[in-house]
């Protein structure tokens, strides 16, 4: 009896309310809300650290806050030595006028040289298919938690911003 009744309430046609909403939002785009914006509030995101290395996570992430985001910006950085001696990681830039801006840090990254690598390209294609605007950056140190309050990346994240999206 439970599998008739199962059959009834998810029939051959079923889609989940996550997967029909997302056919008719569709994140906040650059262009509308303007890079002014982002120049304007750079300097005062409210920083907070995912302790996550997993894309999936990245990704529900993102789409709870899709409406929100203001771009994302893909970081590699670098180590001296070691098997992992080149990761990526995750940054998402969030406002909007009933949250304050808020940028979450993947402290852990997501991707190595090593392991999981296609990760990477894997993300950049989600985020293009959902017309999520974003940015790649080379870090000349090891990402810390305060490397996007310094003057000198925040110039650089601005530049790409305005290279990448005509500005």
């Known amino acids: 009896m439970q599998k008739d009744l199962a059959s009834i309430i998810k ?14 939002h569709h994140p906040k785009e650059i262009h509308l809300y303007g890079l002014h914006r982002v120049k304007k509030i750079i300097n005062e995101y409210k920083i907070v650290i995912l302790e996550t290395s997993e894309k999936k996570e990245l990704i529900d992430i993102i789409e709870v806050w899709i409406d929100c985001i203001d771009f994302i910006c893909i970081t590699r950085q670098k180590k001296e030595s070691g098997i992992n001696n080149i990761s990526f990681h995750c940054n998402i830039f969030t406002s909007s006028h009933y949250t304050e801006p808020t940028l979450f840090v993947n402290d852990r990254g997501f991707a190595w040289n090593h392991e999981y690598y296609s990760r990477g390209e894997e993300l950049k294609k989600y985020l293009k298919e959902k017309k999520i605007p974003f940015i790649e950056l080379e870090l000349e140190e090891v990402l810390n938690n305060h490397i996007f309050t310094e003057y000198s990346y925040q110039k650089k994240i601005v530049g790409l911003l305005e290279q990448k999206y005509d500005y």
């Open 11 to 24: 029939g051959e046609d079923h889609i989940s309310l996550l997967e029909e909403i997302k056919k008719y």
